[in-house]
């Protein structure tokens, strides 16, 4: 979406980059004043409520303005960049020359070309401008903050790899190579990355470096740690003179976290949930994981038990049609759907998302595998595309990917049905009249009870367990 201001210079404003969406993030910019900018080149990349999106601009010119910093939420429709075009962009360029020529000697330097192929991200195009850029604004986040915001964010990621004993820089003066997602990490964590080692392939910067970077800040010496003198300790009564802000972290809820955040509230007091519960043996499941795996049939596929799972569940649905329905407000109607959009609940730096397999029950089993390895990789690039969020009929959630049990998962906004997958583990069974280790899992099926029964969620969920306990019901069911 553009308009003309005057006869040279084109404004860009915030597209609607997914359905209905009123306002988005400005991330990332790719751009500074003075940069030249190629018709599809992507410019910025920003948050909506559904996931981050990169922006091309859609003809050549010179950056004349960015209107707003990074970090600023702008509503659709708004401008967001000036772009001199045709004779007007020569003359936008010499006054940011100009400019940049009288910044202070910490101002950035222009960047050296290095010789022979230098890896291109996308987004990270190499810049075909010879002006310099501006300093950019902001500083490190404080050392507190930084520690309290790496703990939040290894407990949402993991852990990384061990840190290397020294972080080296990169080798030249070039601009550190790494992904939108990952820089928005080493944001957030305050970690700059220029001083991280890269591991990936063409001298990347991966998630892992970012956090092995973490991990290798050293801590205060002792002898700084500890005060000069020890003072009396408090009346246990007595309030406090002042609060330690370090005590406390503050994280803003916006983009996917607060849209997040807003359904589920919606979908917890507007549909009515009822849970169910079922223990199964998946021994045989994880047999034929493991067969599959040397199929070659499903070399380079991506098989785990949340591939049969899933499957499971689609079996279930073609045995019980109904369950696949929506709750029409309006209409004060059920829809059922003929088509399974199947959604997987995915855990993201960003929040959670649950992007969805399109005419899932289409799929065979192979096609399947490949659908779930393509998205849970989008998904942790942090390139999921609002399309591939929207029109989902029911969700798996694997919450055994964490330890855990099982849980009473709460519907995504629209659907009828939510499978949660608990962490498989070896537990005694009593198998053939005897009692066995094998592998055991608990399943909890949470349905709208507006449009689903009792006995109708009960159906569903007892067919998956017995798909998961005798996988060759693939054959006969399926």
Not at 133 to 144: H, T
Not at 316 to 345: C, F, M, T
Request: proline share 9%.
């Amino acid at each position: 979406m553009t308009t003309m201001t005057d006869s040279s210079v084109r404004e860009f404003k915030m597209p609607d980059v997914g359905e209905g969406l009123t306002e988005a993030e400005i991330l990332k910019w790719y751009v500074q004043p003075g940069d030249t900018v190629t018709d599809g080149q992507v410019v910025c990349e920003v948050e909506t409520a559904k996931a981050a999106v990169e922006l091309p601009i859609p003809y050549d010119g010179v950056v004349r303005e960015l209107h707003f910093p990074e970090g600023t939420t702008v509503d659709v429709g708004t401008s967001i960049i000036a772009v001199a075009v045709g004779d007007g962009a020569a003359a936008a360029a010499e006054p940011v020359q100009e400019a940049v020529a009288d910044t202070p000697a910490t101002a950035e330097a222009e960047e050296p070309k290095p010789e022979g192929r230098q890896p291109v991200l996308v987004g990270y195009g190499v810049s075909t401008s010879s002006t310099k850029r501006r300093p950019r604004k902001g500083a490190q986040a404080p050392a507190d903050a930084q520690g309290a915001s790496a703990a939040i964010q290894a407990e949402l990621n993991g852990h990384g790899p061990a840190a290397p004993a020294a972080p080296a820089a990169p080798a030249t003066g070039d601009r550190p190579l790494a992904k939108p997602p990952v820089r928005k990490l080493a944001k957030d964590l305050g970690v700059d990355l220029a001083t991280v080692a890269p591991t990936g392939p063409d001298g990347i910067i991966t998630r892992e470096d970012v956090h092995a970077a973490v991990s290798a800040q050293p801590a205060a010496p002792e002898s700084q740690a500890a005060p000069a003198a020890v003072a009396p300790a408090p009346s246990p009564t007595a309030a406090p003179a002042s609060y330690d802000t370090t005590r406390e972290t503050r994280i803003p809820v916006k983009g996917v976290r607060k849209a997040t955040a807003a359904a589920m509230v919606g979908s917890a007091f507007t549909a009515p949930h009822v849970t169910e519960f079922v223990t199964v043996d998946v021994t045989r499941t994880m047999k034929l994981v493991e067969e599959l795996k040397q199929d070659k049939e499903y070399a380079g596929l991506r098989v785990n038990p949340l591939l049969l799972i899933a499957k499971a569940l689609l079996v279930a649905i073609k045995r019980n049609p109904d369950v696949n329905a929506s709750w029409d407000e309006a209409a004060q109607e059920i829809v059922v759907k003929h088509y399974v959009n199947l959604g997987i609940a995915a855990a993201t730096p960003r929040g959670l998302i649950v992007p969805n397999i399109k005419d899932a029950h289409a799929r065979t089993l192979p096609q399947l595998a490949g659908s779930l390895g393509e998205l849970v990789s989008t998904a942790r690039e942090g390139k999921t595309s609002p399309a591939a969020m929207q029109g989902g009929t029911v969700t798996i959630t694997n919450v055994g990917v964490f330890g855990v049990d099982t849980g009473t998962p709460i519907l995504n906004p629209g659907e009828s049905a939510i499978l949660a997958v608990g962490a498989i583990k070896l537990q005694p069974w009593v198998h053939k009249g005897k009692v066995k280790p094998r592998q055991v899992t608990t399943l909890a099926l949470s349905f709208d009870h507006r449009l689903v029964d009792g006995e109708l969620g009960s159906k569903v969920l007892a067919d998956v367990a017995a798909v998961l306990e005798q996988p060759k019901r693939l054959i006969s069911w399926a």
